[in-house]
């Protein structure tokens, strides 16, 4: 394979190869649809659920930092000349299954929290690395932000599991919510991971990055005295 | 972008500007002034609590058990909301909802990163806060600007959000109701 090409700058986009203008594009518009998603079916819905004024407000930052990733990558992608339109819910593009099921509970949320943002953050450090730098360096902004999502997953696990029925309705929560994650990653023979990789755009398979976060949502649980269920098949 | 452009842009970037120049956590545990009590007094009178006395917390571990209080009043938070609810329904009926919401994500967004540096450095200023709380405090302070905004886009003067929002302007932060006692910091 011949070097990666390095894009710097959006000016430079313009003059890449279709191929890997196309596949910039495509990973623009996922990362601000599932963001703007997640942010308006999960997390804004949650504040409600909190249990006390501090986990509301601090439900309150996530969802806003939730929507300013969507707000991020659609500002990134309207620099590349993507129709705003195309980076909105309900245009096009279906929704990842999770998405479908409206948060019911507070647990619901810790374990979306715990699991489906250590997903996030997977797919975010795929990016960080990225050739086309723009995208690199939203990861990077990106990534503290996700990461401490996954610690307030873990931080409210921490303290639900400390009676016998948090623990149980956490449990029940997880076993709700996690057996939609692993597809996340899509399917195992994606064209489309094939040509992100192939322009160093992202860096491992599907398969390589569903086994990854087999392994840490298996750690995270067993942590916390949890456990995982069977997943579904991938996409 | 047409649809933005049929928002009162000015009452936005009006609330942008307060927003950039609000004193934001630089009073925390300060002695009370006539003025945080006038702005308390009005923010508990427009949400039909008047009743409350004044309370306040000296540091941020206080702060911390107040926003965790066993005996936190959910008719507190349940008004706010209600009166939020009451005014994005106002707002939606004059404004592109689009629009609307596209605004108020971006007020929000930009408020965000602004009072989380802010209420850092409160932080790290006093000492004994938890990391966690520096995001709490961005989070209460974020959607104060966002009540704010949706208070002046319905044209509502009269509204509890004017004085919460001057409360967190003065450098103060109104930490909710615990008992019968509106706690400030």
Redesign the interface.
């Known amino acids: 394979m011949s070097e990666p090409i390095i894009v710097k700058t959006v000016e430079e986009l313009k003059t890449a190869p279709a191929e890997y203008r196309e596949a910039v594009a495509k990973l623009v518009i996922s990362h601000a649809i599932n963001e703007l998603y997640g942010a308006q079916v999960f997390d804004e819905p949650a504040i409600?659920y909190a249990p006390?004024?501090?986990a509301?407000?601090?439900?309150?930052?996530?969802a806003?930092?939730e929507?300013?990733h969507?707000?991020r990558f659609k500002q990134l992608g309207v620099q590349m000349g993507i129709p705003e339109e195309r980076m909105m819910p309900g245009t096009g593009k279906r929704p990842l299954s999770i998405f479908e099921f409206p948060l019911k509970t507070w647990e619901e949320f810790v374990a979306i929290k715990l699991l489906a943002d250590l997903a996030e953050i997977l797919q975010v450090e795929d990016l960080l690395h990225c050739t086309f730098h723009p995208l690199r360096n939203l990861a990077r902004a990106t990534m503290p932000e996700e990461r401490?999502h996954a610690q307030?997953g873990e931080?409210f696990t921490a303290e639900l599991i400390k009676t016998p029925d948090g623990k149980a309705r956490l449990q029940a929560a997880v076993n709700e919510y996690f057996p939609y994650l692993p597809s996340f990653f899509g399917g195992s023979k994606s064209k489309n991971n094939e040509i992100f990789r192939k322009w160093h755009i992202k860096q491992r398979t599907n398969d390589e990055m569903r086994q990854d976060f087999m392994k840490r949502a298996t750690e995270v649980t067993t942590k916390y005295g949890l456990s995982l269920p069977e997943a579904r098949q991938a996409a | 972008m047409s649809d933005v452009a049929a928002l009162p842009r000015t009452l936005i970037e009006q609330v942008k500007a307060e927003v950039r120049t609000a004193a934001w956590f630089a009073a925390l545990g300060e002695p009370l002034t006539d003025g945080d009590r006038a702005d308390a007094g009005a923010y508990v009178k427009a949400l039909g609590l008047d009743t409350l006395t004044l309370g306040l917390a000296h540091d941020w571990p206080e702060a911390?058990r107040a926003?965790?209080?066993p005996d936190?009043s959910t008719v507190w938070?349940d008004r706010e909301?209600a009166e939020r609810r009451c005014l994005l329904a106002k707002a939606e009926t004059r404004y592109p909802e689009r629009a609307l919401w596209t605004a108020l994500?971006?007020l929000?967004?930009e408020t965000?990163?602004i009072v989380?540096g802010k209420a850092g450095v409160a932080a790290a200023r006093m000492g004994g806060a938890a990391k966690?709380?520096i995001?709490?405090?961005?989070?209460?302070a974020?959607?104060a600007a966002y009540q704010l905004a949706l208070a002046r886009l319905a044209r509502d003067a009269a509204s509890p959000f004017e004085s919460k929002f001057r409360l967190f302007a003065a450098g103060r932060w109104p930490?909710?109701v615990a008992g019968s006692t509106l706690v400030l910091f």
């Open positions: 409600a006390t004024p501090y509301k407000w601090l439900t309150c930052r996530v806003m930092e929507y300013g969507h707000v401490f307030f931080d | 911390e926003l965790k209080a936190w938070w909301e994500t971006e929000t967004t965000g990163d989380h966690a709380s995001h709490v405090a961005a989070g209460a974020a959607q930490l909710g």
